[in-house]
């Protein structure tokens, strides 16, 4: 007899986090490894969002918190949206959740029915495929290339589309490729959608500022997107708070409740210190995270520029996030040092092997001729990795 459920047994662990965990454990062996694999600015949270929290403690925000936050974070959410993406929320648009995976997975659950289709362009973020899978959607991935930016053409949207199509879920700033969007491509997107008036989208801003392009468009401010998207942000990676575990949502009032609804009979509200926290973080000007945002532009250019040094590695220039996506298929079929490289993850495994660099197969984001490196690390370590990298391959 199976004790654990169907559902636990058919879920597919996070290939990110497995990646971080054997790389801690080959760490604590001794090995110099340099991990290139999670998704975590190395900043420290700024100084006046901690004396925020610390404000807060003072002043002994301690209680549970309202299901879908506080109404006056809610409401600087709202000037948030307005001030930097054009889009006119109220707090009863407004949930706000532990983390934006949280979230994500909360529009899944009130959204989807078994069956209902979800668009993907490929390359997705890792848990949307499996989020999708959870609430009973069927993941329809759509593929891109590093030749298209890895950006899907309205042709491929329209293509994927059937009867069954209940959203479409996609990142810009992209995690993994780093591709923007830009509102040209947006607009057209939409046109598409404008025909399929039943289909929701869930926009993942998530790395909104961080965005070499100059510019940034929400989808939802797309003339006829706004009453079908879901906005889905929070402050882990613009101001490095990943631990702090705040993400929220902008959407229709009816799927807010809902989220609301379900956010009620899982964990309730979000946490008291953090939210107070966030409340100072959203309503500081984005000018504030100027220098962290150049630095990761200049190990940006420094990534492509050594990356473009190692053979047979077909690069695009990612316009935000802080990955390189790298095409690594000329490398299939090959033996390196003894070992068979069959697709991506053996690719990523030969890497953690020989040079001690560790990356994400891009099979767990649903492009399997690449891997992902994650450069938010020091250049020091930047530049010895793509070294290690680059001498193991030639």
Avoid at 18 to 27: D, I, T, V
Avoid at 99 to 119: F, P, R, T
Avoid at 165 to 188: H, I, Q
Avoid at 313 to 334: C, M, T
Wanted: proline fraction near 5%; hydrophobic fraction near 40%; glycine fraction near 6%.
């Amino acid at each position: 007899m199976n004790i654990l459920s169907d559902r636990i047994n058919n879920l597919a662990v996070s290939q990110t986090l497995a990646m971080a965990a054997l790389a801690r454990e080959l760490k604590a062996q001794g090995k110099d490894i340099i991990s290139l694999s999670l998704g975590e600015p190395d900043f420290n949270t700024p100084d006046f969002i901690k004396e925020a929290a610390k404000k807060a403690i003072d002043e002994n925000y301690s209680t549970y918190t309202p299901v879908d936050g506080y109404v006056e974070l809610k409401e600087a959410i709202c000037r948030k949206f307005k001030r930097d993406n054009n889009l006119e929320y109220k707090p009863s648009n407004i949930v706000v959740s532990t983390g934006a995976k949280q979230s994500l997975y909360n529009v899944a659950q009130v959204m989807l029915n078994d069956g209902d289709e979800v668009i993907l362009p490929a390359p997705y973020w890792v848990s949307y495929y499996e989020i999708i899978k959870l609430s009973g959607g069927v993941p329809v991935e759509v593929p891109t290339s590093v030749e298209s930016d890895f950006k899907i053409t309205p042709e491929q949207l329209e293509k994927a589309i059937t009867p069954k199509t209940k959203m479409m879920w996609f990142s810009s700033p992209c995690n993994p490729s780093g591709s923007v969007y830009n509102r040209e491509e947006l607009t057209a997107i939409g046109k598409v959608l404008e025909k399929h008036p039943n289909i929701y989208i869930v926009s993942d801003e998530i790395y909104e500022h961080i965005n070499f392009s100059g510019t940034f468009c929400s989808i939802a401010s797309i003339p006829g997107m706004f009453d079908r998207t879901i906005t889905v942000n929070g402050v882990a990676k613009a101001f490095a708070m990943t631990g702090w575990r705040i993400g929220y949502i902008g959407a229709p009032e009816f799927i807010a409740k809902a989220c609301t609804k379900m956010q009620g009979q899982v964990t309730s509200g979000a946490n008291s210190i953090a939210q107070r926290a966030t409340i100072t973080a959203v309503e500081a000007n984005p000018s504030v995270l100027n220098d962290m945002v150049k630095a990761f532009k200049n190990r940006r250019d420094l990534v492509v520029e050594l990356a473009k040094e190692i053979p047979n590695f077909k690069i695009n220039v990612p316009e935000g996030a802080f990955y390189l996506f790298p095409d690594v298929s000329y490398y299939f079929g090959k033996t390196l040092r003894g070992k068979e490289i069959k697709d991506a993850t053996d690719f990523s495994m030969y890497l953690l092997s020989e040079a001690n660099v560790a990356t994400v197969t891009g099979d767990a984001f649903g492009n399997p001729n690449c891997i992902r490196l994650s450069y938010a690390t020091s250049e020091d370590l930047l530049k010895e990795a793509l070294k290690r990298i680059k001498e193991v391959l030639i």
